[in-house]
């Protein structure tokens, strides 16, 4: 469908044929004309499948078309992280040029004079407010902000945030907004957590599901087989010989990643870790190199699995199996973009077979197996049904016994560290 079939007014239509904007995704077909309707959403859609433009576009149509309170804020979009909070106030900005509104990016990490702009666009009513939760909630312990005018709330990207443990910082935001408004969720996932929430703020929400759609054949994907104390051995033999050069590699804990990563210094390779631990201007510093070719290796949490726009990553390395398909998918969705090639590696211990196998399921084919070299000794056969009931070193069953957990929202007590406010 063209964006031009949609009721969207010309304002809009303007932005997006500046912008070479022309041919809708499934996710913004199905959603623009619901959220033109006035209904709360709760949709399920991966990363890359365009969903910014899909609640951006009728928000910035709605605002157009309908009379607003002046000098208040009329939406706010909540997102996990600064960095996705800087890539949506860039795509606003784009795709309002024709229209008149006023957007401002809430997010930590920044400045005194980035703070005073935040807290100047609160107060004096940015028609758009794009914010992170922990972030948004600072700037409303110290000043008298009206949200009286506000009739619009967007969650991006949340499971994310209540994996970052937001649930309390959101309720507490929610709170404060009128009861008569349009809520848009929408989750890369949708586990017992998300569908709690959504039963809590949104008003008989319409449902879009877009299927988690299955990596290009441009990546080339494969795995090594092996035991846990293998694994970085095997990251060190594949850059002993040969230099990296634009590489993620995924790690399932801070600890992981900071082992790594001093292993890696050890063998003299380029390589840099991100994950929550880093203050925000840490983390733009180790971005800047890294997008700027001065770190050849990324070791990193899945806090830049989704959100990060770099198009020539050559390899993404899964230290760990990725939790789900879904996670995986985002995982290594971070290469072969723009059209070019990529490849990504996928270490696999015992305890992680069977979660393994689920993926190669829901890829319906099998990853191509590379043998370890002879040197690290003997791997473990792929044996994932046999392997499913062992545990972890953690003491934990890695299969089913995980997905057991509560389905309940975090509580204060369950909040994981945030690597943004």
Known sequence: MLFTELPLCNEVLDGLSAMNFTEATPIQEQAIPLILQKKDIIACAQTGTGKTAAFL????????????APNKVNAIIMLPTRELAQQIDQQMEGFSYFSPFSSVAVYGGSD??????????LLKGAEVVIAT????????????????????????EADRMLDMGFYDDIMKIVKLLPADRQTLLFSATMPPKIQSLANTILKDPAEIKIAVSRPPDTIMQSAYICNENQKTPIILSLFAKKKPNKVILFAGSKIKVKEVTKALKRL???????????EQIQRDKVMHEFKND???ILVATDIVSRGIDIDDISLII?????HDS????HRIGRTARAGEQGMAITLVSPEEQYKFKQIENFLEKNIFKIPIPAELGEAPEYKPEENRQRKSRFGRKTSQSRNRKSNHAPTRGQKRNRPNK
């Open 112 to 121: 005194g004079e980035a703070w005073s702009t935040q807290k100047q666009g």
């Open 294 to 296: 001065r770190v050849g």
């Open 133 to 156: 939760p922990g972030r948004l909630l600072s700037h409303i312990n110290l000043y008298d902000i009206d949200f009286s005018g506000v009739k619009y709330l967007i969650l991006d």
């Open 318 to 322: 899964n230290y760990d199996v990725p």
């Open 57 to 68: 576009l009728p928000l910035l149509h709605n605002l157009q078309s309908e009379k607003h």
């Open 326 to 329: 879904e996670d995986y998918v």
């Open 268 to 278: 003299g390779v380029s390589v840099d870790e991100m994950h929550s631990d880093l």
